[in-house]
């Protein structure tokens, strides 16, 4: 009897586990579709709605590391529905919501819930069986995947049947599940959250993110845009400063000098600035009315089904990536993904005036973040002593959403930069915005040249483990970890 117990806990509080995730990653993808929809019926701007992905994107990138850590000092459990219960409300108020300020408040709020993911990989290694371990983090990280892109797919028919103050109600009963269901960890460990490096960070992301957002309305030379520019600097200098001071960083400085290290991070920033520039603009490219010239006047169901090779060939990329990776190396799986997908920005820059040309990007660019992602978190673990594997992995993912923030704020500058008469961006914005993704990349496959060659998977029982889990590295936007 006490087997069959403990097998029903642990197997219900994965159920649970499931429902959390998969809640956070339909709504980080959901909104994509829909973004024109929410412009035209809140009467707002294009640069203005952008921030309902980007305020979603900042607030995941901060608070991920922050009640990941909070969660090993005082229960994960706890954690775990404070973090639901702030996605859940923040989709009550997103549900709610009648104006733009509103929602991308309801938005930032329901970002919190980015720290689902280390949460529930925490939970995992706690409560189940060792042999139980390895899979179940496969399966969540995978379901998070998965996640993302059915929210893509989703969009469209929910909308079409309701409308899209329902794409926020969806994460409800995961709170309540997860508060009933999901048995509080024994395990504690203590440590301190360093809250002014929080603070710092918070502060120059988004001074930075309005300077760049707003610059096209208020001009780039102006003093508002310069003045938010010269402030973010600043504060990324202290932040930087107390970061290399603190006991318990949130962002490891010391860890950042090693080559392996910064240099993957910086390709997980460049591709972070691409993969969600792309998720939040290439919708509206292809929704826009064939009047205008260029566009295929899609439906939001064909806008997401423009993503979906996307998301299938980025999974499918991870997946395949660790017998890659054992074949060719991590390195050159890297090179290989960064290559792929500066030629997918390039097609999306030059070659879009067909629907199959949009397919072929969009499968080609899966391919190159699928292939990258995974191949990049080879290459972190080996970079690393083991006991730090999960906080450098969390950290190249959290880099990874900072850059999408970062990349979605430039991106609408850039496509807003000049609307026209008939309320559309002119399409040269929009390739000035692809061929910027594809700089981007060509960064990234720079950065990936200088990454120090690993040795073969079977000299690193490590790496050999974590090639058997490389969907792990296919999770956008959320934290990552070995167990």
């Known amino acids: 009897m006490a087997v069959t117990s403990t097998r029903s806990s642990y197997q219900v509080t994965f159920t649970v586990l499931l429902l959390g995730t998969i809640a956070y990653s339909l709504l980080q993808s959901l909104v994509s579709p829909v973004l024109p929809t929410i412009q035209h019926d809140l009467h707002t701007s294009q640069n203005t709605v952008t921030w309902v992905l980007t305020a979603f994107l900042l607030s995941a990138s901060i608070f991920t590391p922050i009640l990941g850590r909070v969660g090993d000092m005082v229960g994960k459990e706890h954690m775990l529905v404070v973090t639901l219960a702030a996605l859940a409300a923040g989709s009550v108020v997103a549900g709610l919501a009648h104006s733009i300020t509103v929602l991308i408040i309801a938005r930032a709020i329901q970002g919190v819930g980015g720290a689902v993911l280390p949460l529930s990989f925490g939970i995992v290694r706690d409560e189940f069986p060792g042999v139980k371990v390895a899979g179940a ?253 999960g906080v450098a992995s969390g950290m190249n993912a959290n880099i990874r959403t900072i850059g999408g923030a970062i990349g979605a704020a430039v991106m609408s500058s850039i496509v807003a930069s000049q609307i026209l008469a008939d309320g559309y961006p002119a399409e040269s914005d929009y390739t000035k915005g692809f061929l910027f993704l594809a700089v981007m990349t060509v960064v990234a496959v720079a950065a990936a040249l200088l990454i120090p060659r690993s040795p073969g998977a079977g000299a690193d029982p490590d790496l050999a483990h974590h090639l058997e889990h490389a969907e792990l590295a296919v999770v956008p936007g959320g934290s990552i970890a070995e167990y």
């Not at 920033?269 to 939040?280: E, Q």
């Open 137 to 389: 983090v496969g399966i969540i990280a995978a379901m998070a995947a998965v996640g993302g892109g059915a929210g893509i797919v989703l969009a469209g028919p929910i909308v079409s049947h309701l409308n899209y103050h329902w794409l926020f109600w969806i994460p409800m009963i995961a709170t309540l599940c997860a508060w009933l269901f999901v048995p509080e960890s024994p395990v504690r460990t203590p440590g301190r959250v360093s809250w002014l490096a929080a603070v710092l960070l918070s502060a120059w992301l988004v001074a930075l993110l309005l300077g760049v957002s707003e610059a096209p309305s208020w001009g780039w030379g102006s003093p508002r845009v310069i003045g938010l520019v010269a402030l973010a600097v600043v504060l990324a200098v202290a932040w930087v400063w107390v970061e290399l001071r603190a006991t318990e960083p949130l962002v490891d400085m010391h860890m950042m000098q090693r080559r392996a290290v910064w240099t993957n991070n910086l390709v997980a920033f460049m591709f972070g600035i691409g993969m969600y520039a792309v998720i939040g603009f290439l919708p509206e490219f292809v929704q826009t009315p064939t009047s205008t010239g260029y566009g295929f006047g899609a439906s939001i169901i064909q806008s997401g089904l423009f993503l979906l090779p996307l998301t299938v060939t980025m999974f499918i990329g991870g997946l395949l990536s660790g017998r890659i990776a054992a074949t060719i190396g991590s390195k050159s799986a890297v090179i290989i993904g960064s290559t792929a997908s500066t030629g997918a920005y390039l097609l999306l820059a030059f070659a879009h005036s067909e629907k199959w040309e949009i397919y072929l990007a969009s499968t080609l660019l899966g391919i190159g973040l699928g292939l990258a992602f995974s191949a990049m978190s080879n290459l972190i673990v080996q970079a690393v002593p083991p006991a730090q594997t």
